[in-house]
């Protein structure tokens, strides 16, 4: 199971672990209280240090667990490491995009590449955890919707290759809960320090305004996300024990619902739906500059056209 520092992961290690089974937990700090927890409260838990963007230690997490096996077979791996940043795409940095997609999509696809042989072996099972914010985006999650909708397509594909082998392939696809991932305090950190970063060209186009309102808004947010984890880790669960998992898990059921109504939509009824729900700001301090239908009858601007297409007739004499 990897992600088991805090939140869903760390409570599936403990619950699957109290269910007699041998649960080696990938900790991205294996020193720190997360994982000196699942030592002190645990009977068969073998906490593994393991960055899902370090190959090295994927490749060492994959020997530990050979190693260690003892006669007995890999029945599951669960990709839960993620990270996530709520920021609108003008000052989320590229940097920022591809930190995010390096752990939520490319550590899965590494870790699982990594684990298949030994997953092959004992026809077991593959979870990962997704997001419903993977069947659609909202105002700033682009870049964490974007790792989850290609954590869903990976999932997609590998099902459907590993059928022939008798591997099950499952997501695991939350709304919004209550998990450090989502603390409100980390993300409104990380937008001022990404907002301090911003050129003060975009900066003077949305105002300071702008951004305490968005601040305040993502705020307002994270109050809504439920607190039941339980709903989440039960389902895991689920897709671990049961013989005949289901292909997706939508912890919650009014999710599950708002989900299946929501795919049901136009996409602009959608996009007025998501903007009146998150309560985003509208308004940046400048209003975006365009050309009038008064300058597309300028003289300047009709004397380019006729010089574009003198060009193009002219280019097509022989």
């Keep these: 199971i990897l992600g088991c520092d805090s939140g869903f992961g760390h409570s599936l290690a403990l619950n699957l672990d109290r269910q007699g089974f041998t ?21 068969n838990i073998q906490v593994v240090q393991l960055d899902v963007t370090d190959d090295w230690q994927v490749r ?8 260690n096996l003892n006669g007995k077979v890999l029945w599951a791996l669960v990709n839960n490491a993620g990270i996530a940043t709520f920021q609108e795409i003008e000052w989320c940095s590229v940097t920022q995009f591809q930190q995010i997609m390096d752990v939520n999509v490319i550590g899965v696809v590494r870790v699982t590449k990594a684990f298949l042989p030994l997953l092959r072996g004992g026809e077991g099972r593959v979870i990962n955890v ?7 985006t909202v105002p700033a999650f682009a870049a964490y919707s974007m ?10 594909g590998l099902r459907q290759e590993m059928a022939k082998f008798g591997v099950k392939v499952i997501t695991i696809e939350p709304g919004l809960y209550r998990t450090p ?3 409100s305090d980390y993300l409104i950190n990380a937008n001022r320090r990404s907002w301090a970063e911003t050129p003060s060209e975009v900066k003077e186009v949305y105002g300071e305004e702008y951004f305490d309102a968005f601040c305040k808004s993502i ?18 669960e689920e897709a671990v024990t ?12 009014m999710s599950d619902l708002r989900a299946t109504i929501l795919g ?6 959608r996009d007025k739906f998501f903007l009146s729900t998150y309560k985003l700001p509208t308004k940046p301090a400048q209003a975006p500059k365009s050309f009038s239908r008064q300058n597309s009858h300028s003289p300047t601007f009709n004397l380019t056209l006729k010089n574009v297409f003198r060009q193009n007739s002219e280019s097509k004499k022989p």
């Design 23 to 43: 649960v080696f937990a990938g900790c991205l700090f294996s020193d720190r209280e997360g994982a000196r927890s699942l030592k002190e409260n645990s009977k």
């Design 60 to 67: 060492k997490a994959v020997q530990t667990v050979k190693e």
């Design 130 to 136: 997704a997001s419903l914010a993977g069947r659609f």
């Design 147 to 156: 790792s989850k909708k290609a954590c869903i397509a990976f999932s997609d």
């Design 181 to 183: 991932i989502v603390e």
């Design 219 to 236: 705020s307002l947010h994270m109050r809504r996300a439920r607190s039941n984890v339980g709903e989440v880790v039960k389902q895991m």
């Design 242 to 253: 049961s013989a005949n998992p289901k292909h997706r898990y939508v912890p919650y059921w």
């Design 264 to 269: 049901a939509l136009s996409d602009e009824t």
